[in-house]
């Protein structure tokens, strides 16, 4: 369903109504606004937006790990949040892994991981809101900014005639390095008044040209292309597909590809053997062709095409990881079929990779297929380990708790 939101935008006293788009997308990130709501559905799912599912979690994640100062830099996988820390002795690990969206954490290739299973994408979207605020902004640069190009060409105007002003005033700081609404506390009180100026055109200058840019077109090709928009409201849908278990009765879950299947424990990845995403078993593909184990919608797929999450029709969540640490490869090898928020069935061709490009960057084809809904779902393994098994034929057998 579309639905028409008016922002009601006050700028320099004068007040207009633009209608900025009809499809559950909130460009809220640029100035303040009322909204007129048409249905109490739209605004309850406003609200969802705005507050986020992992706003709480969130916050609690980023002053665990030694709050902004600590993080150098942050992106995430199929399953878990990356970090490259200052200093991973200010890692609170017990703290972190008291919060309920965290399974576990550890340590690799100069990484602090944070797990968070199948929702990592919608828990990143969170931290970003709150880690940008606070000058953490590389997520929130790379989920925005680039991805629509002219916001990101209008904060850089904004930016660099702010920078050329900050220098002109000789407006100085008493320390470097903080970043974000802190930063306002390091500026020298001789300097805040022309200080205040240049954040005034830092704010307004973008603002102005994000709604000029978008008014005649410049710099939009992105949100332009309705391939593109169709998929991003698709991503979006998949997001709030409702995972509560739909039914009592055991869900088969066949095999995803033809190749040796192993037990879990049994996979190079610590995380994985370890269990504490999910249960399951990994497969040695011999072929390079992934299809789908369940009818069901698919609720994550990475545009490294490495990695896909189905919700089945029963409410099973399933994750699939084609390899280990295949994410380097930004998706070089691999070819989706499919998109995310599309309904596909059992035996329906999911994703097509290359075995050979992936050995020769060093790493592993095994691919682990879990369930990751434990709290609802058991896996009910049989058989002797390990074994040939063909795409199509019975893997396991997910068990209502």
Known sequence: MHTCIYFTIQVLENIQKYPLFITNKLHTSLVSFTIELSSQACFDKYKENQMGKFE?????????IGGKENVTAVTHCATRMRFVLGDEKKANVKVIESIPAVKGTFTNAGQFQVIIGNDVPIFYNDFTTISAYLGVTEPALFGVN???????????????????????????????GIGGLP??????????????????????VPMLLTFFFRKVGLFTKTEDDTALQAEFVAQEEAEFV??????????????PLTGQVKELSQATDPVFASGVMGQGLVIEPSQG????????????????????????????????????????????????????GDHVTIGQKLIRF????????????????IITNQDAYTATITGTYPTTIQAGEALMVATRI
């Open 146 to 176: 680039v991805k629509y190009i002219y916001p990101f060409v209008a904060g850089m105007i904004g930016s660099a005639l702010a920078g050329m002003l900050s220098v002109t005033f000789n407006v100085t700081a008493a320390s470097i």
């Open 56 to 64: 709480q979690e969130a916050k609690d994640l980023l002053q665990a």
């Open 289 to 340: 062709e992934l299809t789908s184990p369940v009818n069901g919608t698919v609720t994550v797929l990475f545009p490294t095409k490495h990695a896909i999450g189905i919700v089945s029709d029963e409410g099973v969540e399933l994750l699939i990881h084609v390899g280990m640490d295949t994410v380097g490869l930004d998706g070089k090898g691999f070819e989706s079929l499919v998109a995310q």
């Open 242 to 255: 409702s995972h509560e278990p739909v039914t009592l009765a055991p869900v088969e879950i066949v095999s």
């Open 183 to 204: 930063g306002i506390l390091s500026i020298q009180p001789q300097y805040m008044l022309p200080f205040a100026g240049t954040m005034l055109v830092a704010i307004v």
């Open 354 to 369: 290359d075995m050979d490009v992936i050995k020769a960057a060093g790493l592993v084809t095994e691919t682990p297929v």
